[in-house]
């Protein structure tokens, strides 16, 4: 069995401890497919032993017996559970941002992965990643009349690997995964199949994240799946009610004591509810026959309760922050704090400071715990030159203006991403980690080599672009042969 991820938890929670409400339907962008998310394809235990290898779990569709299985190897660990479920949603999440390409690849790096599944930026996740992958990669599934075909209005038996195939750079010796790791995934066809014919479902993916246990984030997304009706996934239920024993087969617990179920959900339980996703869960009936009955938060109450455009959101939407995240920050922080740091803001602009995201910076002034942002002198005459130091009262680069305060990787990553996006498989994957190296160095210059990139997609000339851009990363690697 798995060692206790004490330090995975550990290192979640620090990352995790600004405490985000759910969103409404209407402030939800995001999508999940239903299918995936419905069935449930990742144990949500954090822990199985290594010879938990297969599940089965038979129900009723319509009316009509279905089946769903999972076959593993012990090699990677049993079936996928876990951080995979965090993995897998953060594939799918790229994939859409990526334009859903039809061949259903996606080309991302190992950073950019564990990004978008809200986990941290250490080698022992890079590790769970690794494995992560490969468990998605060899475990096979099969959904007997259990899969829905959007487009036929019918439930159809497919069998696929999570991930049809998987390639990637090591950048060490022990042939793992780590920052400067790019990827070719290719997801399963059913997956990307059922995602351009818009069988989804919304996903609060920064509620998703904010949770603090795997436990938590897998069962909501389950929970989540579960509210919305499998032949029109769009309007939210106001409760669900299954059998106990049903309920541990659709989580893959291991252990189908009823005793055991409840006491491996009710961490996961208490938290959903102090977050305001779940209003209560309820408990009926004894033994094998428990029913279990999960209450929503009311949708309308928490709409109700958002605040209006008040005369403070009004001028947060004038630096384009939307009227969703105006109240989160408002809801979080109180009106005073929110006011007090759209006036540094402004004085911030009015000092000669350039933001390239102005939004983003002022979201990130209002969140500032740390002191990042001190208040700054008299405006100066000029403004700060593109490539001048930033001076001593501590003003916030471009770096700064972002979302987040990001590392180098980070601004490498986004890069990357959207060369990613416009040159697909003009690059191999061991290119793209050529390429990745010379953008940590410089050369080519990130912002300069995005810019010529997104003006030869215009143009027509990215085979052009691209003949020439690995001709620039092969001088640099005859160059830095020559050098040692």
Same mark, same amino acid.
């Given at each position: 069995?798995?060692?206790?991820?004490?330090?995975?938890?550990?290192?979640?929670?620090?990352?995790?401890?600004?405490?985000? @409400? &759910? =969103?409404?339907?209407?402030?939800?962008?995001?999508?999940?497919?239903?299918? %995936?998310?419905?069935?449930?394809?990742?144990? /949500?235990?954090?822990?199985?032993?290594?010879?938990?290898?297969?599940?089965?779990?038979?129900?009723?569709?319509?009316? @009509? &017996? =279905?089946?769903?299985?999972?076959?593993?190897?012990?090699?990677?660990?049993? %079936?996928?559970?876990?951080?995979?479920?965090? /993995?897998?949603?953060?594939?799918?999440?790229?994939?859409?941002?990526?334009?859903?390409?039809?061949?259903?690849?996606?080309?991302?790096?190992?950073?950019?992965?564990?990004?978008?599944?809200?986990?941290?930026?250490?080698?022992?996740?890079y590790q769970n990643l690794r494995q992560t992958l490969f468990r998605l990669r060899t475990s096979t599934y099969t959904a007997s009349e259990a899969w829905r075909d959007h487009r036929r209005g019918n439930w159809t038996t497919v069998t696929f690997n999570y991930l049809e195939a998987l390639e990637f750079t090591s950048?060490?010796?022990?042939?793992?995964l780590n920052r400067s790791s790019t990827l070719k995934i290719r997801l399963a066809t059913p997956i990307t199949k059922s995602i351009r014919a818009q069988y989804t479902k919304p996903l609060d993916l920064e509620f998703l994240t904010s949770l603090d246990r795997p436990?938590?984030?897998?069962?909501?997304?389950?929970?989540?799946?579960?509210?919305?009706?499998?032949?029109?996934?769009?309007?939210?239920?106001?409760?669900?009610?299954?059998?106990?024993?049903?309920?541990?087969?659709?989580?893959?617990?291991?252990?189908?004591?009823?005793?055991?179920?409840r006491s491996t959900l009710q961490g996961a339980h208490e938290e959903l509810i102090e977050r305001l996703y779940l209003s209560a869960v309820e408990y009926e009936g004894r033994g094998q026959k428990q029913q279990l009955t999960y209450r929503f938060a009311d949708l309308a109450d928490r709409e109700e309760s958002t605040l209006p455009d008040s005369p403070l959101i009004v001028a947060l939407a004038e630096y384009r922050v939307s009227g969703a995240v105006?109240?989160?920050?408002?809801?979080?922080?109180?009106?005073?704090?929110?006011?007090a740091r759209l006036a540094k803001f402004v004085r911030l602009l009015d000092s000669g400071f350039k933001a390239r995201n102005r939004s983003a910076l002022l979201v990130d002034i209002v969140r500032d715990q740390d002191g990042k942002y001190p208040e700054t002198e008299a405006p100066q005459e000029k403004v700060v030159q593109k490539k001048s130091r930033p001076p001593s009262s501590n003003m916030p680069t471009l770096v700064e203006a972002t979302d987040e305060p990001q590392?180098?990787?980070?601004?490498?990553?986004?890069?990357?991403?959207?060369?990613?996006?416009?040159?697909?498989?003009?690059?191999?994957?061991?290119?793209?980690?050529?390429?990745?190296?010379?953008?940590?160095?410089?050369?080519?210059?990130?912002?300069?080599?995005?810019?010529?990139?997104?003006?030869?997609?215009?143009?027509?000339?990215?085979?052009?672009?691209?003949?020439?851009?690995l001709e620039h990363l092969g001088h640099l690697q005859v160059t830095d042969s020559a050098a040692t």
């Open positions: 069995m798995h060692k206790p991820q004490r330090e995975d938890m550990a290192l979640t929670r620090t990352k995790r401890s600004q405490k985000t @409400r &759910p =969103a409404t339907p209407k402030e939800i962008s995001r999508i999940d497919e239903a299918n %995936v998310g419905r069935l449930g394809l990742i144990s /949500i235990q954090e822990r199985v032993p290594d010879s938990f290898t297969s599940w089965t779990v038979d129900f009723h569709v319509e009316g @009509r &017996p =279905a089946r769903l299985s999972c076959d593993a190897i012990p090699k990677y660990g049993g %079936v996928p559970h876990g951080l995979d479920g965090d /993995i897998s949603t953060a594939l799918i999440d790229l994939y859409v941002e990526d334009g859903c390409p039809e061949d259903g690849t996606l080309h991302t790096t190992a950073y950019q992965i564990l990004k978008r599944a809200g986990l941290h930026d250490s080698g022992r996740y950048g060490d010796e022990d042939l793992g436990l938590t984030r897998a069962l909501y997304r389950l929970l989540d799946a579960r509210r919305y009706p499998p032949e029109d996934p769009r309007e939210p239920l106001a409760s669900f009610t299954v059998n106990l024993i049903d309920w541990a087969e659709a989580c893959k617990i291991v252990d189908r004591r009823s005793n055991k179920i105006a109240r989160r920050l408002i809801e979080e922080y109180g009106e005073p704090h929110v006011q590392p180098l990787e980070a601004q490498v990553d986004s890069a990357l991403k959207t060369l990613q996006f416009l040159l697909r498989e003009r690059l191999s994957v061991s290119e793209y980690a050529m390429l990745r190296m010379g953008l940590i160095i410089g050369q080519p210059d990130a912002q300069e080599v995005t810019r010529l990139a997104s003006r030869a997609k215009v143009e027509g000339k990215l085979d052009t672009f691209t003949a020439e851009l």
